[in-house]
């Protein structure tokens, strides 16, 4: 009679082997798929015959650790228009049928300094209608790189923008990127010539945005990280210097936000010199303002002062009992 260790062993064998056919099959035939670099090499003859086209680096990639991603690196003439670049972007919605459904498609347009970046994880032929809005507001806005995202449906992530070094007042680049994408929901990325990160989920309103310019510029001194969403501000990060006013002019802070907002929203600082710069996240804390939702990051240990603040602003803004 085999044993009940026995048995247990011989399932195991069993459970290992069938676990490590499914595996095979699934990284020969469920993972890879066929081999289109043919393909993908011939589309990028297309790109390179069309007008104003200097140079095409075609890069394919199907495998297991790499994902299937097929990206075109194109370089236009210095003389070449927004009308020639779309044409590119439509020639390569043309010619990616149905077998690059499961494929990451990356075009990069180099323009006369600019670089205009489109990825579409959704074959959705997407690229002739964003390349001459990205194109348009690369020039409003005088920046060298702009890059759109699509996400598939069934992913978590959001629709993104990025705007690289924006070398204008981010108020003009909420203003520009509105233009051209108002309506649409997605993820705004940019980063103001102080280095302060922005986080913008748009829409964002003209109003909504008229209530935050309305109390910013007083804020500029100490922002670190600004994130938007719902059309108000969804999280702030400070750093200011240490001081005996440092609870009154956190308040301050808090109070300029506040009066712009209807939904919680969190309030997070630190002491530093440079907002922009290197600080120790043990001498500050955070506030979900209007609210009680605070998760484990926002229990990190603190220094004595800190923790003396961060319960005194709770005492007053979060709604915790």
């Known amino acids: 009679m085999m044993s009940r260790q026995t048995r247990f062993g011989a399932r195991a064998r069993v459970g290992a082997v069938m676990i490590a056919a499914v595996a095979l099959t699934l990284g020969?035939?469920?993972c890879t798929g066929p081999d289109l670099s043919g393909r993908a090499d011939d589309i990028g003859g297309v790109l390179s015959a069309s007008p104003g086209v200097e140079d095409v680096e075609t890069s394919y990639q199907n495998g297991f650790d790499s994902g299937r991603s097929i990206t075109y690196r194109v370089t236009m003439d210095a003389a070449?228009?927004?009308?020639?670049?779309?044409?590119?972007?439509?020639?390569?919605?043309?010619?990616?049928?149905?077998?690059?459904?499961?494929?990451?498609?990356?075009?990069?347009?180099?323009?006369a300094g600019r670089i205009i970046e489109v990825s579409d994880t959704t074959n959705g032929d997407i690229m002739a209608a964003k390349v001459p809005r990205l194109a348009e507001m690369s020039t409003a806005l005088s920046v060298d790189e702009v890059s759109w995202s699509e996400q598939a449906d069934d992913v978590d992530f959001d629709d993104s923008l990025e705007i690289s070094d924006a070398g204008t007042d981010p108020f003009r680049t909420l203003d520009a990127v509105r233009v051209q994408f108002g309506s649409e929901e997605f993820q705004l990325r940019t980063r103001e010539t102080s280095g302060v990160?922005?986080?913008?989920?748009?829409?964002?309103?003209?109003?909504?945005?008229?209530?935050?310019?309305?109390?910013?510029?007083?804020?500029r001194t100490s922002m670190n990280r600004l994130n938007i969403d719902g059309d108000q501000v969804s999280s702030f990060v400070a750093v200011v210097p240490a001081g005996p006013d440092e609870v009154t002019r956190l308040r301050g802070i808090i109070d300029r936000i506040e009066s712009t907002t209807t939904n919680p929203w969190n309030f997070s600082w630190a002491e530093g010199a440079d907002p922009?710069?290197?600080?120790?996240?043990?001498?500050?804390?955070?506030?979900?303002v209007g609210g009680c939702e605070y998760d484990e990051d926002?229990?990190?240990?603190?220094?004595?002062?800190?923790?003396?603040?961060?319960d005194q602003l709770r005492d007053t803004y979060d709604t915790c009992l």
Do not use: K
């Open 197 to 219: 990160d922005w986080y913008v989920a748009f829409p964002f309103s003209e109003q909504g945005q008229g209530r935050l310019e309305s109390v910013f510029d007083p804020l």
């Open 276 to 288: 922009t710069g290197p600080f120790d996240s043990s001498t500050g804390g955070i506030v979900n």
């Open 80 to 111: 070449a228009s927004t009308a020639e670049a779309t044409e590119v972007a439509a020639a390569l919605d043309r010619e990616t049928g149905d077998e690059f459904d499961r494929y990451t498609q990356d075009l990069s347009l180099l323009m």
């Open 298 to 310: 926002s229990e990190r240990r603190l220094t004595r002062s800190a923790q003396t603040i961060q």
């Open 28 to 30: 020969i035939s469920g």
